[in-house]
């Protein structure tokens, strides 16, 4: 079974440009979660999607945003790029959104902001 | 709020020793905790995790953890560390209810040393 896959896996950027990131999760869940990993805030929370449903959002500005779509794949996009964007993205699924199963991560999307 | 405390930036122990990474947890009602580990450039594995039932919890790759929740604490153990078990361990706890949005500790450097 294919793991979670993420698209790009590294992009560079310049400040006020905007970038969009794919995942694709493990065939059959549903749940799909994005999180941003730091030096300095470490990882946080950034949203949860669940059959094209948010079901869950994080303390981010709304530049951040995401969706998913009919085959739970997941996008999500940064508009207006800040330098503090630099990041790991990380997105990981799970056959639902209730249950009690670990979530399975993709190898991440390293963004850096210029 | 729900929140992870791992008080230890890096742990170092010799190869064969027991290890222990610490974490403690506050979180409003019951708990489900959970381990991860993450190597260079990857995303974050799943090692264990407590939902409910015995206190101490068997997980992958020889890890084992012990719920106490009079001291809010799940420090993750092994018999016997491996210098391949070196990598970043990651402490995170989700709430009843909360769907798969987990609350992240700050991460623990583990480095295994011949």
């Known amino acids: ?114 | 709020a729900q929140s992870v405390a791992q008080p230890e930036d890096q742990v170092n122990v010799a190869e064969g020793n027991p290890l222990t990474v610490k974490c403690t947890y506050s979180v409003s009602g019951n708990p489900y905790l959970f381990w991860y580990v993450q190597y260079p450039n990857r995303g974050l594995q799943f090692l264990l995790k407590y939902i409910t039932g015995d206190n101490l919890v068997k997980g992958s790759y020889g890890f084992e953890a012990e719920f106490n929740k009079s001291q809010t604490s799940f420090h993750l153990k092994k018999p016997s560390a491996l210098v391949s078990d070196s990598a970043l361990y990651f402490c995170a706890v989700r709430s009843v209810g909360g769907g798969n949005k987990l609350t992240f500790g700050t991460g623990t450097q583990l480095k295994v040393e011949l």
Request: charged fraction near 15%.
């Open chain 1, 1 to 114: 079974k294919a793991g979670v896959t993420q698209t790009p896996r590294y992009l560079i950027k310049t400040r006020g440009q905007q970038v969009t990131l794919s995942c694709s999760p493990i065939s059959g869940h549903r749940s799909v979660s994005w999180y941003q990993q730091t030096p300095g805030q470490g990882l946080q929370f950034l949203f949860e999607y669940f059959s094209e449903t948010q079901r869950n959002k994080g303390n981010f500005p709304g530049r951040f945003s995401g969706r998913q779509f009919s085959n739970s794949r997941s996008e999500m996009n940064v508009s207006t790029l800040e330098l503090g964007d630099s990041a790991l993205y990380l997105c990981a699924s799970s056959v639902d959104s209730s249950n009690t199963g670990e979530l399975f991560f993709g190898e991440g999307s390293r963004l850096t902001v210029l």
